[in-house]
């Protein structure tokens, strides 16, 4: 037999081709990878969903903590929101219907809050209006029991008149309080009371003696401020005496701490009075101020009366038993015409 040389088999047939299986398997790891993709995401999604319920009863439970009518709110709330918070009540509820009361409940907390805002402002608002209120009627009745207590001949105040008369008054400033009680502490005449850059201040012989704003005493700044005023104030008082009315009058309208009722400043004459006449100065004849106003014979008419003047007669007139009432009346003149009709 001859031999073959050679081999006749294929080694080629021998190789199986299992690219076929190789794609299959891509594709089956393809879609298998899919689902997991999906699954997880959707776990994930799950997981975000509940945190957001979570969060929701989380917020809507403080809510409820801290809005006592919150929950009668959302019960008669009806509709969606109504029907969602029975859900809730019952506990088969969802994240629409965590979200949907919470939603409500966030307004309704909003919306409680800003009344109750206007209602704090509308409270502050009456009490800083009650307090000026107060502030006004204790400084006219301050004002009007330092006239009431200004002794008419001499000018100098009676400490315990003045507290008597602030309280008939209705006077119960605290500021003015402090002032009265230091005034009663005080020794001697020509004590006086004055409103300078805020403070009250007393004087005795034209010296600063104290002062208070609010219950405060001056703090040592405002203390060179009110001590420079009532030198000039005091500066002013000497030239008027020495009979340089223009120069004081100038003086007091600079200071402005004494005006009128229509908020010009008086003058001289008014603020320090009459000047007495020197007996040893031959030009103080009968023609002098103090005997026009002596011999002056024409009746009194209260309907003419402007200013402190016009205050002082209806005190007196309001308050006839009062101690200071009949020297009132008598600077006015007022007595001596009641008494000739």
């Known amino acids: 037999m001859a031999f073959q040389t050679g081999s006749q088999v294929r080694p080629e047939l021998g190789r199986a081709d299992l690219s076929g299986f190789a794609r299959a398997g891509e594709s089956i790891g393809a879609a298998l990878a899919s689902v997991g993709k999906s699954v997880g995401e959707g776990i994930e999604k799950y997981q975000t969903n509940k945190d957001v319920t979570l969060a929701g009863l989380a917020s809507l439970e403080g809510q409820v903590a801290a809005e006592p009518t919150l929950v009668p709110a959302l019960k008669n709330a009806g509709g969606d929101v109504g029907k969602a918070y029975a859900k809730i009540e019952s506990g088969n509820y969802n994240q629409r219907d965590v979200l949907t009361v919470n939603g409500f409940a966030t307004a309704y907390t909003q919306q409680q809050q800003a009344a109750q805002a206007s209602q704090i402002r509308d409270l502050q608002l009456r009490a800083a209006q009650s307090e000026q209120k107060q502030k006004e009627k204790s400084r006219s009745a301050f004002d009007m029991a330092l006239m009431a207590s200004r002794e008419a001949e001499t000018g100098k105040i009676d400490p315990t008149a003045l507290s008597a008369a602030y309280f008939d008054q209705g006077g119960r400033d605290p500021n003015d309080l402090k002032i009265i009680e230091s005034m009663q502490k005080m020794k001697g005449p020509n004590i006086d009371v004055m409103d300078i850059g805020g403070f009250t201040v007393v004087t005795q012989d034209g010296r600063y003696m104290t002062a208070s704003r609010n219950g405060e005493a001056p703090t040592s700044k405002a203390l060179e401020t009110l001590e420079g ?84 007669y209806d005190f007196a007139i309001k308050n006839p038993n009062h101690p200071r009432s009949d020297s009132l009346l008598r600077s006015l003149g007022a007595l001596r015409s009641l008494g000739a009709n």
């Open 229 to 312: 005023e009532l030198g000039q104030l005091n500066r002013a008082r000497k030239l008027y005496n020495e009979g340089d009315e223009t120069a004081a009058n100038d003086i007091l309208a600079i200071l402005g701490l004494y005006k009128d009722i229509l908020g010009n400043p008086k003058p001289a004459l008014e603020v320090f009075g009459p000047l007495k006449k020197d007996p040893n100065n031959p030009k103080n004849d009968s023609s002098g101020l103090d005997d026009v106003v002596l011999n002056n014979t024409k009746p009194f008419d209260p309907d003419a009366l402007t200013g402190d003047d016009k205050e002082a």
